[in-house]
């Protein structure tokens, strides 16, 4: 007796046996390999006796491949049909099993053209139908040739328009079904390099500092930066003038000229100090459209040589507090013991306040010193008195912090002051170009001027933040339960301690030209001051007001962001610098896990060797390599300069600021997955980024 055979189907695979056995429901199937496999008799398609079954399958798929299938199409029935009726129609009446195998996997292979209805069994698709998967079909087949076509352009060092166009689009925010995103991976995986090093090397990055501002500008500012011009409206308030004229305290660069400062009653038992800040919030409201305009961007954008202002400029100098004018202004008065400096009274008005001038920190640090202050050192300088008087109530001022806070606050770094020489510094848009050359100052942190203008706006802030809570209005404070590592300044709606300040509450609200979360609190306090213990029913913002979670959640990614993108060009420029001054050795200090931070620069980065040495030991490090695209500095250890160790405390605020400097120096994070297409099981190549 001879063998019989079958050809089934499973799991949308093809094989055929030896039948061992029969029973009502399956069969016992032998494969040429010897396995035994139990099969359900409704899986098995065909019986034959010849030939055997691997000869049955190597003829079948060979003949299937020569079938026509807009001929069997044709001629198929509208209604359904089983594979063995069609072979008969293409090879006639007697068509034998290779032939009927062939048309089953013809039939199979092809469910554009037939779908499948049950085991072996089909019905052809209506024209219609055929025809838009056709097209479909050939659009897939010319989009896998262009895909081809510009993958192989990018290996070969040439970038295709379409894919520079997106650049940005394909590296942080791809459509990964899209021809560009998938030819660069493909690129990338033929020619074994990183995207970026690929589209450099294809001439798509040309400039270092132009991807990144590009980046920026893509994610954040995609129509761009130019605003909508605007008039900026008029303060109808017929607002009193201040008795005491006032003056401001910033950088040269400067012009969102918020806060000032004024003096009153000298050389009595009282003396009034005064806070003004410029009050955008007494010309418009909440919902117009300058608000639209200052809530679409959040906070000024700072960046080195350069800055996206919140407000336009014409709105900026209408409210900034320029020297020589009676400024609109919402003033607190602190009235204080001229002997022991202990406040005695508060006010907060509306008012007009005459800047008397607009004061420089690079011009006057160096001349108002604090012997200058204390009467140690002649003061030659304008508003030696007020200034005098100013010092001494911010040194009571955070001596009294310092006793909440529980320990003193220490500036053990200083700050640092970037400018841009030449080339695209010098354009009409004041937008650089990468080209510049960088002269880094440092600036050091709680010089008397800085220690002036801190405690005043810390004063004013939270005091601001008690009287509005007084008056039921609520407001957007920031607080921190504590000074233990990884505790963070939260933003919230209710009054809370600040640890880190030292006060009761905290709220932003002396930068209303710079800050939205500023402008807001503003609009709060403003309504507090025409309208006192009412205020709450006329504030914009009312208690439970789901409109100041908007506000926080809005402000708070995108300040962190306009942040993170600050510190990403001042690394920028500072690399720039070290090539420009042909820096090649660097002294620092150890922070943590290899991680250091130069002694005269703000740069923290990773320096080989340095791994197991205990935090603060100083060191001097190698420059053995830069990368301005990735903002990478590559360093070794050269030396040990010393075994000195940190201090408890030291070493504590090490640790978050090693942290923080970690998530600042994280190499670039790309939205480009080499394992896009990939069978999940293989391994991406080694360049893929996570």
């Not at 192989?152 to 060092?157: I, M, P």
């Not at 590296?171 to 021809?179: I, Q, R, T, V």
């Not at 304008?382 to 001596?399: D, I, N, Q, Y």
């Not at 909440?404 to 200083?414: A, S, Y």
Request: hydrophobic share 45%; with cysteine; glycine share 6%.
């Amino acid at each position: 007796m001879s063998d019989t055979y079958t050809l089934f189907e499973d799991a949308g695979k093809f094989h055929a046996g030896r039948v061992m056995s029969e029973a009502e429901s399956s069969l016992q199937v032998e494969l040429d390999s010897g396995k035994r496999v139990k099969v359900k008799s409704a899986n098995a398609l065909l019986r034959f006796a010849k030939p055997a079954p691997a000869e049955l399958l190597a003829q079948a798929q060979a003949l299937a491949g020569e079938i026509d299938r807009d001929l069997i199409w044709e001629v198929a029935p509208d209604e359904e049909f089983s594979f063995e009726t069609i072979a008969r129609e293409y090879y006639g009446a007697n068509a034998d099993a290779p032939q009927q195998a062939a048309t089953l996997l013809r039939l199979f292979d092809a469910p554009h053209y037939f779908h499948r209805r049950g085991k072996g069994r089909f019905r052809k698709a209506p024209e219609d139908v055929l025809k838009q998967a056709l097209v479909a079909i050939e659009r897939k087949a010319q989009q896998a040739a262009q895909i081809d076509g510009w993958a192989t352009e990018l290996a070969t060092g040439r970038c295709p328009a379409p894919i520079a166009e997106q650049l940005y689009k394909i590296l942080f925010k791809p459509d990964k079904n899209g021809p560009e995103y998938k030819a660069v991976v493909e690129a990338a995986k033929r020619s074994h390099k990183a995207p970026l090093d690929l589209l450099k090397e294809a001439g798509a990055i040309t400039s270092p500092y132009q991807f990144h501002w590009r980046r920026f500008l893509f994610e954040f500012f995609p129509k761009g930066t130019a605003v909508v011009a605007i008039a900026a409206p008029a303060i109808k308030d017929e607002l009193p003038l201040a008795p005491c004229p006032a003056f401001s305290i910033d950088d040269s660069s400067t012009t969102e000229i918020d806060d000032a400062i004024s003096v009153q009653g000298l050389g009595s038992d009282t003396v009034v100090f005064g806070v003004h800040i410029a009050a955008p919030a007494l010309a418009f409201a909440p919902g117009s459209p300058v608000d639209q305009l200052a809530r679409n961007r959040w906070s000024t954008v700072y960046m080195p040589g350069h800055k996206l202002t919140m407000l336009p400029d014409a709105v900026v100098q209408a409210y900034t507090l320029e020297a020589g004018r009676d400024c609109p202004a919402v003033s607190l008065y602190v009235s204080v013991d001229a002997a022991t400096l202990q406040v005695k009274a508060t006010e907060t008005r509306l008012e007009r306040v005459p800047i008397a001038a607009n004061l420089r920190h690079d011009q006057l640090d160096a001349v108002v010193t604090e012997a200058s202050l204390t009467g140690q050192a002649g003061a030659d300088y304008a508003f030696a008195p007020e200034l005098a008087f100013a010092f001494r109530l911010a040194r009571h001022l955070k001596a009294e912090r310092e006793v909440v806070r529980g320990k003193p606050e220490n500036f053990n770094r200083p700050d640092y002051n970037f400018r841009l020489e030449g080339n695209g510094s010098n354009r009409a848009d004041g937008e650089p170009d990468g080209s510049e050359t960088v002269v880094i100052t440092e600036r050091k942190r709680g010089s008397p001027l800085d220690l002036i203008v801190a405690e005043a706006m810390i004063l004013a802030n939270s005091h601001w933040g008690g009287w509005i809570a007084e008056c039921g209005v609520p407001g957007i404070y920031r607080s921190q339960a504590s000074l233990s590592p990884g505790i963070k300044v939260r933003m919230g709606v209710r009054p809370a301690p600040h640890a880190g300040m030292g006060v009761k509450q905290y709220t932003w609200a002396t930068s209303p030209l710079r800050r939205y979360v500023d402008l807001v609190n503003q609009w709060q306090i403003v309504a507090c001051a025409r309208h006192g213990r009412t205020a709450a029913l006329a504030a914009p913002f009312k208690p439970k007001d789901a409109e100041l979670f908007s506000v926080i959640s809005g402000f708070e990614a995108a300040y962190t962001a306009y942040n993170q993108f600050q510190h990403g060009l001042e690394r920028y420029w500072t690399l720039r610098h070290l090539q420009q001054a042909g820096v090649s050795e660097l002294d620092a200090a150890v922070m943590k896990d290899g991680l250091v931070r130069a002694d005269t620069l703000p740069l923290v980065f990773r320096a080989l060797g340095c791994e197991a040495l205990p935090r603060g030991a100083r060191v001097r490090v190698r420059v053995t390599g830069i990368d301005l695209l990735t903002l990478d500095l590559h360093a070794s250890l050269l030396t040990r300069l010393d075994d000195t160790a940190t201090s408890a405390d030291d070493a504590a605020v090490d640790v978050d600021e090693a942290d923080e400097a970690v998530q600042d120096g994280a190499p670039l994070a790309l939205a480009i997955d080499l394992r896009d297409g990939d069978n999940p099981a293989e391994p991406a190549p080694a360049d893929a980024p996570a």
